[in-house]
């Protein structure tokens, strides 16, 4: 019995992966490049990103490291031209970002608040937006939007993070239309 998971051919494909200095995000970016792909690492997180990046390069792969706050509009399409210049075209989002910060309702603070919603949700309409921009240019493409059970079922303590999820559930929908 094979018990190796199946590997894809993402040879000649680029993906951009979103938060992918660590835990999900490099996860995908360390099996997508294994893959085949090309892959861009986007991330606030310079030192684990590069090194990532370093990592990937190491061993042959094709990875780029990009600072990329995905909640700044100017930083996510500086990071969109600098993987298009890399690589010529974008064949596949991972869009993976995220932050959390529990509080109660009543406890929540609007910093908190405003930061949760603009990583989680701006930032993935905002990184969804300009690379789809590209895939439309190439021809083709494929996103996949990172959500969570608490988009679609209240938790106590993170009404921002279940509010952000759950937006994220209804863009992907209104994308796919």
């Given at each position: 019995m094979n018990n190796n998971p199946v590997q894809f051919n993402l040879h000649g494909r680029v993906v951009v992966i979103t938060g992918a200095a660590q835990g999900i995000g490099a996860a995908c970016a360390q099996r997508l490049s294994q893959d085949g792909a090309a892959v861009a690492l986007w991330d606030v997180d310079d030192t684990r990103g590069q090194a990532l990046a370093k990592s990937l390069t190491d061993q042959g792969r094709r990875a780029i490291y990009q600072h990329c706050n995905v909640a700044n509009k100017s930083e996510v399409d500086a990071a969109t031209a600098t993987t298009v210049q890399a690589f010529g075209h974008i064949d596949g989002?991972?869009?993976?970002?995220?932050?959390?910060?529990?509080?109660?309702?009543?406890?929540?603070?609007?910093?908190?608040?405003?930061?949760?919603?603009?990583?989680?949700?701006?930032?993935?309409?905002?990184?969804?937006?300009?690379?789809?921009?590209?895939?439309?240019?190439?021809?083709?493409?494929?996103?996949?939007?990172?959500?969570?059970v608490n988009g679609v079922m209240a938790i106590p303590s993170i009404a921002s993070y279940n509010v952000s999820k759950g937006g994220i559930n209804q863009l992907t929908r209104v994308m796919a239309l």
């Open positions: 989002l991972v869009n993976n970002a995220g932050i959390f910060k529990a509080a109660e309702f009543l406890d929540i603070t609007e910093a908190d608040w405003d930061a949760v919603i603009n990583v989680n949700l701006k930032g993935s309409f905002l990184v969804a937006q300009a690379v789809a921009r590209e895939m439309v240019k190439h021809g083709s493409g494929a996103i996949v939007n990172m959500s969570s």
